[in-house]
């Protein structure tokens, strides 16, 4: 049975974020950074496995062309992957751990 992927409010607002800086930055890369996350979790969503332990529970998979970090655990009694943050590389981790 294929997972199903959900995510914490707060991940929309990351997004959110992260895009209105690339926007800032250069027109249209924002597009490009929701593609690269997008893209990223489609393939997260076929093979949750595929990305090691950070902590705890949490798995971190990255979008190919952007430096971020998409951190979530797996439910496998709902079979279901939690996005519980997109944080930037830079960023401290711990944000998505107090989540």
Do not use: C
């Not at 959110?16 to 250069?26: L, S």
């Not at 190919?64 to 709902?78: E, N, S, V």
Request: net charge positive; charged share 25%.
């Amino acid at each position: 049975m294929p997972y199903s992927l959900s995510y914490f409010d707060d991940v929309r607002i990351d997004i959110q974020n992260a895009k209105a800086w690339y926007k800032q930055r250069r027109p249209g890369l924002e597009k490009r950074f929701a593609e690269a996350i997008k893209t990223a979790l489609l393939k997260l969503k076929q093979n949750p496995l595929a990305h090691e332990l950070k902590y705890k529970n949490i798995r971190v998979a990255h979008p190919k062309t952007f430096p971020y970090g998409i951190h979530f655990y797996i439910d496998d009694t709902q079979q279901q992957i939690v996005v519980v943050a997109i944080v930037h590389h830079r960023r401290n981790p711990n944000t998505s751990q107090k989540r």
